[in-house]
């Protein structure tokens, strides 16, 4: 009976142990500082390369993917969420929201829904408006929809300076705790660039996370409602 019962509790212990290792470990980030990456306008061709370079430096990311984009390359949507990382939205054809009525939001955002779930079994949280321009129709829509905005506090300007070393030399230096860092990940020299951002971002202490997962440490989170970074003055309480 005594050795039933070991084998049991030993049983239990492998599965948990296995269960935890599983389980992504994310710190409050008054305990380890962190940053949202965020990536936009694609999938695209390095998509791949991104999300490989990524797990290599136990990074993850958001990916605000253009709905015409995940039409061409659905395997890239699933290739995005099973590895971690988080699917948001960017509109069907990089659409200024600004010039849209809320319906008319809704309906482009259902369809880019459509194929997120059709991909990976859930829907996206976070919108990411093309150009940054959000109003009172975005905000509707989202509401409608539960869904949150996200914009950025850091822009790598990487698709127009397409050049790795200027990239490093504009994000490293403005790097803080609770920021979102704004890439896109249809270019090469993006990947490139990444390569020496991540280590040294690893290098300088901070968690690497998607954007859902650093903006859950907010007291509170209200659909329809633009972020541009995590409030370190809004924190929920420490667990
Ligand atoms: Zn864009």
Redesign the pocket.
């Known amino acids: 009976m005594i050795r039933k019962l070991l084998c049991c509790a030993l049983l239990l212990a492998l599965l948990c142990s296995g269960a935890l290792a599983e389980e992504r470990v994310v710190l409050d980030p008054r305990v380890q500082p962190a940053v949202a990456l965020s990536f936009?306008?694609g999938p695209s061709e390095f998509t791949q390369q991104v999300i490989d370079l990524l797990t290599e430096n136990d990074c993850r990311a958001t990916f605000?993917m253009?709905g015409t984009n995940m039409d061409l390359y659905p395997d890239l949507v699933k290739a995005v969420y099973d590895s971690g990382n988080e699917v948001g939205l960017?509109t069907w054809r990089?659409n200024d929201l600004n010039e849209m009525s809320a319906d008319a939001i809704v309906r482009n955002l259902q369809l880019c829904q459509n194929i997120v779930l059709a991909q990976t079994g859930a829907t996206a949280k976070w919108l990411?408006p093309?150009?940054g321009r959000v109003g009172p129709s975005a905000y509707g829509a989202c509401m409608a929809l539960e869904m949150y905005i996200a914009t950025w506090t850091i822009d790598s300007w990487d698709w127009k300076y397409q050049n790795a070393e200027k990239i490093y030399n504009e994000v490293i230096p403005q790097l803080a705790n609770g920021a979102i860092i704004l890439f896109?990940d249809t270019h090469a020299t993006t990947v490139e660039a990444l390569r020496t951002i991540l280590p040294e971002i690893k290098a300088r202490g901070y968690q690497v996370l998607t954007v859902d997962e650093l903006m859950s440490f907010r007291e509170s989170l209200r659909s329809g409602t633009h972020y541009y970074h995590l409030d370190l003055n809004k924190l929920a309480p420490l667990q």
């Open positions: 936009d306008d605000f253009v960017h990089h990411r093309p150009y896109h």
